[in-house]
T-cell receptor
Framework: NAGVTQTPKFRVLKTGQSMTLLCAQD?????MYWYRQDPGMGLRLIHY???????AKGEVPDGYNVSRLKKQNFLLGLESAAPSQTSVYFC????????????FGPGTRLTVT | GENVEQHPSTLSVQEGDSAVIKCTYS??????FPWYKQELGKRPQLIID?????GEKKDQRIAVTLNKTAKHFSLHITETQPEDSAVYFC??????????????FGTGTRLQVFP
């Protein structure tokens, strides 16, 4: 089992460009999450999904969109990147609700210039 | 909404000593409190968690205590080893209506264990 994987590992964008981060899990988990990690601020929830075809806003959703067309995939989109979105992005999944262990992906380091 | 405060932000201990990290939360309805460890350049991984129906949980050298009245919980690491060096995050559930619970993380504690 690969667990949780993320694509790409690194990316540099110019302000205003768009991109999509892909997260995939092979554990048949219902819940999937996108976090951003900034120095001194811990992990902040961007969006999450409680099952295929569902999405919901987290703590810091502005500037991001998500889709969960297939149970195993959770996509994070940036329509018009801003320097404030420079961060490390982690995807995670859990078997059921947020009171279950979350399994994290390796992270994507995004720089917006 | 839920607010999780974590202290200290950095902690240095000698190998073999104990380390304690403390967190407080604001929502009295919170009922799940995990701790995640993140080694440098790696992904966070769950090391222990506690639910609100118990006051303490142990797993070998690590333990977590929960004081619901005071709304704080702590991570205790005994007999620290260099491989315990990492950033530790506490978290607490922000309860919501059906399927809208959110896990809120603290800002992390960087633990350094010196040989």
């Amino acid at each position: 089992n690969a667990g949780v994987t993320q694509t790409p590992k690194f990316r540099v964008l110019k302000t205003g460009q768009s991109m999509t981060l892909l997260c995939a899990q092979d554990m048949n988990h219902e819940y999937m999450y996108w976090y951003r990690q900034d120095p001194g601020m811990g992990l902040r929830l961007i969006h999450y999904s409680v099952g295929e075809g569902t999405t919901a806003k987290g703590e810091v959703p502005d500037g991001y969109n998500v889709s969960r067309l297939k149970k195993q995939n959770f996509l994070l989109g940036l329509e018009s990147a801003a320097p404030s979105q420079t961060s490390v992005y982690f995807c995670a999944s859990s078997y059921m609700g947020q009171d279950y262990e979350q399994y994290f992906g390796p992270g994507t380091r995004l720089t917006v210039t | 909404g839920e607010n999780v405060e974590q202290h200290p932000s950095t902690l240095s201990v000698q190998e073999g000593d104990s380390a304690v990290i403390k967190c407080t939360y604001s929502d009295s309805a919170s009922n799940y409190f995990p701790w995640y460890k993140q080694e440098l350049g790696k992904r966070p991984q769950l090391i222990i968690d506690i639910r609100s129906n118990v006051g303490e949980k142990k797993d070998q050298r690590i333990a977590v205590t929960l004081n619901k009245t005071a709304k704080h919980f702590s991570l205790h690491i005994t007999e620290t080893q260099p491989e315990d060096s990492a950033v530790y995050f506490c978290a607490a559930i922000l309860p919501g209506s059906y399927n809208t619970d959110k896990l809120i993380f603290g800002t992390g504690t960087r633990l350094q264990v010196f040989p």
